[in-house]
């Protein structure tokens, strides 16, 4: 989202009930990351809201985008979104009257970059390259929040120092997750993700499911957006992440990690964990089944998940 020219929301968020509101069936956490250019207008050229910008009008002008007005539809799905609107803003005014000071709330940054599948499908996808190149390029220790983990031999290769650095990994456990798909195709891989001394893996135990995407790098580089760590999202898919320089904003991200491992376990095996503070979340003997099925097959179905 791009709102008058100065000021951006960059999500993993998708536009529907169970992204945005506890009440609803199936619903997941994200985060929203609030941009805003604060500098002389001479540089905002070289602003990451004028990054998004542009991808923006890539998008829109790509032969890929079709204009909805000539695509047939059953339903006025715009009447019943503001019907929708309408109702919600009768139940809730609180959400639309309370005034919130975004700057107030906001830190500083040194650069803010945004990086970017291309529109067409291809062999060398940038925004894995770029994450691999950084997370190479780490010191000490690196943060990693994905809701699919899913590290193919080819996504693992672009990592040249997997096993010098401080790895902590925190996504869905087979309880939480909303999609057997892509998480088969993480059991798969799990056991040898496992294998590593020095890689923390949490899988989270509370309500909802985890949908954030983000990376935090020796406390100071965040890596934020919609990409998922997987197939999927690295050859197929799109995707934007931003790349932030600013250790106050690793700090607040950071935070967020925190508040998700605690209410996490630490994965021990496929379904067992290490000792921990809260209960495990119950895995449905009819879900337990169909992963483990699918698990078997998922190598067939690597680069969909």
Avoid at 151 to 166: A, H, R, S, V, Y
């Amino acid at each position: 989202m791009i709102i008058d020219k100065y000021r951006a929301v960059v999500s993993g968020r998708n536009i529907a009930n169970r992204y945005l509101s506890t009440e609803a069936y199936n619903y997941v956490f994200d985060i929203d990351h609030i941009i805003t250019f604060t500098g002389e207008i001479s540089r905002f050229a070289e602003s990451a809201v004028k990054q998004l910008m542009d991808y923006f009008e890539t998008m829109w002008n790509s032969p890929y985008t079709k204009d909805p007005r000539k695509v047939k539809v059953k339903v006025d799905h715009f009447q019943k979104i503001l019907n929708n609107y309408k109702d919600y803003r009768y139940m809730h005014p609180e959400y639309f009257t309370t005034k919130i000071n975004i700057m107030a709330l906001s830190v500083p940054t040194n650069k803010i970059t945004l990086i970017a599948n291309p529109l067409n499908r291809v062999k060398k996808p940038k925004i894995w390259c770029e994450i691999a190149s950084l997370i190479n390029n780490a010191k000490e220790e690196v943060y990693i929040n994905s809701p699919y983990v899913v590290p193919t031999e080819d996504i693992k290769g672009q990592l040249k120092n997997l096993d010098q650095l401080d790895i902590t990994v925190i996504t869905n456990s087979a309880g939480s997750t909303p999609n057997y798909f892509a998480f088969s195709g993480y059991l798969r891989y799990k056991k040898e993700l496992l294998k590593y001394d020095n890689i923390k893996l949490y899988e989270y135990q509370g309500g909802g499911s985890l949908h954030s995407k983000s990376y935090i790098i020796d406390n100071r580089i965040s890596i934020v957006g919609s990409y998922n760590l997987d197939p999927r999202s690295t050859y197929l898919s799109t995707e934007i992440m931003l790349v932030i320089d600013s250790e106050p904003y690793a700090q607040k991200l950071k935070e967020v990690h925190v508040n998700y491992i605690s209410q996490s376990l630490q994965a021990k095996s496929l379904y067992e964990y290490h000792a921990g503070d809260i209960p495990m979340l119950e895995i449905k003997k009819g879900k337990k089944f169909t992963l483990e099925i699918m698990r078997h097959v998922a190598y067939l179905f690597d680069h969909l998940l």
